[in-house]
């Protein structure tokens, strides 16, 4: 989603809008908005809990501080990848939000997921690809033809009445993407015909008190527990100056590379997943501090 946020950014910065981002991670610090805010006119935080539930509040007055004290143009909400779609689009077009802004677009990106024997594919996506407008299925280069064709059927059947768009590296043109479009009646009334719930994952933010060893560390993130499903942050390593960002999105995604950001944000990893042994993970985790 970041990398299609920045192309975004960077396309509305040269057609001269102002453009205000509301960033929201269910953990304690926002990485992302470090890399937004070198292209969008303002970035609010919204940290510490997701925005279709215990964040939610951070919506409006996030709004009302980019609109009217920052009077952007357009304001994207980045939501974290555990809300609930419905609940969010109850929470920007209730009355307070609506007298701010109009929802002009809501988009999912996603990746094929090849899911166990006996589970239906696609299912764990099923209730955002039916709200989205728009669909993108990222990371195309990591599957094979006939793993896209079965993750595609599975997406037309459940997409609503949402565009698909199949790309790597978020490669969308933002001018099709961005262009109106007229929206099937969804079955609800007014703006609160959701109310869907359903567990969160874990959401843990780990301060890094000071560098990692790389070694151990690398034995670490090349063996994460089953149940962890995404780990992102920052860090330094034992003899090196450089600041890394750490991605990883289950099932295949590990990446580690040098960033730089106009004001660093404080080492630390948030890792979200379920049913996996947290403790354990965090304890192995703590070895890898140099003073450890």
Same mark, same amino acid.
């Given at each position: 989603?970041?990398?299609?946020?920045?192309?975004?950014?960077?396309?509305?910065?040269?057609?001269?809008?102002?453009?205000?981002?509301?960033?929201?991670?269910?953990?304690?610090?926002?990485?992302?908005?470090?890399?937004?805010?070198?292209?969008?006119?303002a970035?609010?935080?919204?940290?510490?809990?997701?925005?279709?539930?215990? &964040?939610?509040?951070? $919506? #409006?007055?996030?709004?009302?501080? /980019? *609109?009217?004290?920052?009077?952007?143009?357009? %304001?994207?909400?980045?939501?974290?990848?555990?809300?609930?779609?419905?609940?969010?689009?109850?929470?920007?077009?209730?009355?307070?939000?609506?007298?701010?802004?109009?929802?002009?677009?809501?988009?999912a990106?996603?990746?094929?997921?090849?899911?166990? &024997?006996?589970?239906? $594919? #696609?299912?764990?996506?099923?209730? /955002? *690809?039916?709200?989205?407008?728009?669909?993108? %299925?990222?990371?195309?280069?990591?599957?094979?033809?006939?793993?896209?064709?079965?993750?595609?059927?599975?997406?037309?059947?459940?997409?609503?009445?949402?565009?698909?768009?199949?790309?790597?590296?978020?490669?969308?043109?933002?001018?099709?993407?961005?262009?109106?479009?007229?929206?099937?009646?969804?079955?609800?009334?007014?703006?609160?015909?959701?109310?869907s719930?359903?567990?969160?994952?874990?959401?843990?933010?780990?301060?890094?008190?000071?560098?990692?060893?790389?070694?151990?560390?690398?034995?670490?993130?090349d063996?994460?527990?089953?149940?962890?499903?995404?780990?992102?942050?920052?860090?330094?390593?034992?003899?090196?100056?450089?600041?890394?960002?750490?991605?990883?999105a289950?099932?295949?995604?590990?990446?580690?590379?040098?960033?730089?950001?106009?004001?660093?944000?404080?080492?630390?990893?948030?890792?979200?997943?379920?049913?996996?042994?947290?403790?354990?993970c965090?304890?192995?985790?703590?070895?890898?501090?140099?003073?450890?």
């Amino acid at each position: 989603m970041t990398t299609l946020l920045m192309r975004l950014l960077a396309f509305w910065r040269d057609a001269g809008k102002r453009v205000g981002v509301l960033m929201n991670e269910a953990g304690a610090i926002s990485l992302d908005s470090a890399h937004a805010g070198a292209l969008a006119a303002a970035v609010r935080n919204i940290t510490g809990g997701c925005v279709c539930c215990d &964040a939610r509040d951070g $919506i #409006g007055e996030g709004l009302a501080e /980019l *609109v009217g004290q920052q009077q952007v143009d357009v %304001v994207v909400l980045e939501c974290s990848g555990i809300a609930d779609i419905e609940e969010v689009i109850e929470a920007v077009t209730d009355p307070v939000c609506l007298a701010l802004v109009r929802l002009e677009k809501v988009i999912a990106v996603i990746e094929p997921t090849v899911p166990p &024997a006996g589970r239906p $594919i #696609g299912s764990r996506y099923r209730t /955002l *690809v039916q709200y989205a407008d728009e669909v993108i %299925v990222n990371k195309q280069d990591l599957y094979s033809s006939a793993e896209q064709k079965r993750f595609r059927t599975a997406i037309v059947r459940d997409r609503g009445h949402a565009r698909l768009w199949q790309v790597s590296q978020a490669a969308v043109d933002p001018v099709p993407l961005l262009q109106p479009r007229e929206r099937r009646a969804k079955q609800r009334v007014g703006n609160v015909a959701f109310g869907s719930t359903r567990a969160h994952p874990m959401v843990t933010t780990i301060p890094l008190t000071g560098p990692l060893h790389r070694g151990r560390f690398t034995e670490w993130f090349d063996h994460l527990p089953v149940g962890l499903d995404r780990v992102k942050g920052v860090c330094r390593f034992s003899g090196e100056q450089q600041l890394y960002e750490i991605q990883y999105a289950s099932p295949v995604t590990r990446w580690i590379g040098v960033v730089q950001f106009r004001q660093e944000p404080d080492p630390a990893l948030v890792l979200i997943g379920q049913n996996y042994n947290q403790t354990q993970c965090h304890r192995m985790l703590q070895t890898c501090l140099l003073s450890a």
